[in-house]
């Protein structure tokens, strides 16, 4: 959220080519989960991967990104904040479009610099959209499942078993079909919380509006 938003402050204002900035940072977000997933599995393979490559170039040691665990986790949270970036920069776009111009005029004339008509008036008009990102992007988390399936599958063990990955292996691998339908009504439990806290921000981001 806060890269997105730092993006989004960055491409609000008239740059050369800014529309196809937006564009390039949103594709990851509208990219399937799989997709994603095989391009990053070539990216941070150990053998043959371009991380591990540039490392070489710069004469540091191979990481193994998906095969430890106490790398793959990192590794996995680092892919899923890259396909997020985009939506919420998109998010912060709009609501940075929706500051009324006269205010941040008067703040002008009045003196204030970017920086603090940035910290004074549009971050605190900014908060309602800052409370709806914050719940759908842990919603989001809460249902990752294909970048992970693919990446790691859960493992190496269970460092990146998360909970819908968890149901998953007890129903499918396990053969634990009982078990896993009472993860899966804890998880829904869940998700519908975060739900009803997404519709509760919604209608104060619209009384605030």
Do not use: H
């Not at 193994?64 to 949270?77: D, E, G, K, Q, R």
């Amino acid at each position: 959220m806060a890269i997105g938003l730092a993006l989004a402050v960055a491409l609000n204002r008239p740059l050369p080519g800014r529309g196809v900035l937006r564009a390039l940072f949103f594709v990851p977000m509208v990219a399937a989960g799989v997709v994603v997933g095989v391009i990053m599995s070539w990216i941070f393979n150990t053998d043959y991967g371009v991380a591990n490559n540039a490392l070489g170039v710069l004469g540091l040691g191979r990481v193994p990104w998906l095969t430890s665990p106490s790398m793959a986790m990192f590794t996995l949270i680092i892919v899923v904040v890259w396909t997020r970036i985009g939506f919420c920069m998109v998010i912060y776009l709009g609501a940075l479009q929706s500051v009324p111009g006269e205010i941040i005029e008067a703040a002008s004339i009045d003196g204030a610099g970017p920086w603090v008509r940035f910290r004074r008036i549009s971050f605190p008009m900014l908060a309602p959209t800052t409370s709806i990102l914050l719940i759908l992007n842990v919603v989001f988390s809460l249902q990752a499942f294909d970048i992970i399936y693919v990446l790691t599958g859960g493992g190496p063990g269970f460092s990146t078993t998360v909970l819908i990955q968890y149901v998953f292996r007890a129903a499918f691998q396990d053969a634990q079909m009982g078990y896993a339908a009472a993860l899966g009504l804890v998880l829904v439990a869940i998700l519908l919380l975060f739900t009803l806290l997404r519709q509760r921000a919604s209608k104060r981001a619209e009384s605030y509006l």
